[in-house]
């Protein structure tokens, strides 16, 4: 049986390398990705070829098309949905027959309010039962509720998290969920030696909901205290202005090569993400050798030696768990 992988752009996001390191585990041989395009311009097409040499170990096996959403219904064979988008687009009479790699709950609307920011601020970070029934509580906009309803009736369902299992289990009990493991995207080399000149690594990663604000607020406090900053950044405004203080390097959307160094060369990595279905950037920390301080969320709730966990997303406790590790 032929493997369709539907894609909404070819960007080397987190959860665009999950979906095809499952594709590549599970089905290697014969499927074909499919971006889903509104006009003749695939998002990220032109990293098509670093996704193929990083992800596909066979790529002469796999094909790519680019898909207008109307001829959906005409596809035969396995379909493997990846997000919001590629989910809603599946005709009705499909959705019981597809597979959902299941990355995140992209309820947009309530995950980047100021709401949800408060929430989990003074209760702490919700398990995925306490997101569904926030989802319910609140009005939702259009393309949410079909969203919400399309959860609802998937019959098999493909997750690297048991949280986003278990939240799929208050919507629908009758859905079918595999856990897939996945390795960290950047691997570590014991080649690469490097003295870790930076005392805390940071993420800004452009959404509300991956705990931007709260990533500023540190990278000010510990400035101002003397630590050195590393800040991996996805925004032009916000990496100009860094550039200008003392104590803190900016670096605007390096590759992974370079990301690498940059994990070797740091002592702590923070991640104060407000909701994530996984959470590739502690595992790469961790991975890389650094102390990791990240939020409850996802499947990062175990402390241990080297991994310490904000209950609530407050500063106050982000910075105590930070100092806890501290810096020689």
């Not at 996001?13 to 499919?34: C, H, N, P």
């Not at 988008?85 to 009479?93: D, H, R, S, V, Y």
């Not at 029934?133 to 949410?144: A, F, S």
């Not at 969203?147 to 997750?159: A, G, Q």
């Amino acid at each position: 049986m032929h493997n369709f992988i539907i894609l909404e752009s070819l960007y080397p996001t987190g959860g665009v390398r999950q979906a095809l390191e499952i594709m590549r585990k599970r089905f290697e041989i014969d499927y074909t990705i499919l971006i889903l395009i509104n006009d003749d311009k695939p998002k990220g097409f032109h990293y098509y070829k670093q996704v193929l040499r990083a992800f596909l170990t066979k790529p002469k096996h796999v094909k790519l098309k680019l898909i207008k959403k109307h001829h959906l219904s005409s596809l035969g064979g396995r379909i493997f949905t990846t997000s919001k988008k590629t989910l809603i687009a599946i005709p009705n009479e499909k959705i019981k027959k597809i597979i959902h790699i299941h990355q995140h709950f992209e309820f947009w609307e309530l995950l980047n309010s100021k709401h949800f920011q408060n929430l989990c601020e003074i209760n702490g970070y919700l398990t995925p039962q306490q997101l569904v029934e926030q989802i319910k509580q609140n009005k939702l906009k259009m393309d949410d509720k079909k969203y919400l309803d399309r959860l609802k009736n998937i019959s098999e369902v493909i997750t690297v998290s048991r949280y986003l299992g278990q939240g799929l289990d208050c919507l629908n009990n009758d859905c079918n969920v595999t856990l897939s493991t996945v390795h960290p995207h950047i691997k570590y080399s014991k080649n690469h030696h490097f003295i870790r000149e930076y005392d805390l690594l940071v993420f800004y990663r452009g959404s509300p909901w991956k705990g931007d604000a709260m990533s500023v607020a540190l990278i000010h406090y510990f400035r101002e205290i003397g630590w050195s900053i590393c800040v991996v950044n996805s925004s032009k405004i916000l990496h100009k202005k860094l550039r200008r203080f003392q104590n803190v390097t900016s670096i605007y959307k390096p590759s992974d090569k370079k990301l690498s160094q940059y994990y070797l060369k740091s002592k702590i990595v923070v991640t104060p993400s407000l909701s994530e279905g996984f959470g590739s950037i502690p595992q790469e920390g961790l991975a890389f050798g650094c102390k990791v301080v990240t939020s409850k969320t996802g499947v990062w709730d175990q402390e241990n030696k080297s991994l310490l966990v904000c209950q609530t997303h407050n500063l106050v406790e982000y910075v105590e768990k930070i100092k806890q590790f501290g810096v020689e």
